[in-house]
């Protein structure tokens, strides 16, 4: 026996789209304005000692949300996430290993 989780019958789940997301690392020079950043995207996390923020925000916004964010007195820098640059199949490994049987 099949029970439908969804209450709308009209909501199509495998058409969800996942809106592309990145990481703003601002390194900040007050800590106590580090809540303002909620304003921009989602804060996710927020150093104490090293006096940094990580903030999510949509692929799209990356550009202007770092260019108002620069213009803040509280913000000494901003740093735009590399991570969905980076190629992260690994399968290739094995063909760019030199033929060793330590690799194998």
Do not use: C, W
């Amino acid at each position: 026996m099949h029970t439908n989780l969804f209450k709308n019958d009209d909501i199509d789940v495998n058409t969800l789209e996942i809106t592309p997301r990145r990481a703003l690392f601002v390194y900040l020079k007050n800590l106590k304005r580090a809540s303002l950043l909620a304003n921009y995207g989602n804060l996710e996390f927020v150093s104490d000692r090293k006096e940094y923020a990580v903030v999510y925000v949509n692929e799209d916004e990356v550009e202007s949300v770092k260019e108002t964010l620069e213009n803040q007195k509280y913000v000494d820098h901003v740093e735009i996430s590399v991570m969905p640059d980076i190629e992260r199949d690994f399968d290739k490994l094995h063909t760019i290993a030199p033929d060793n049987k330590e690799f194998d």
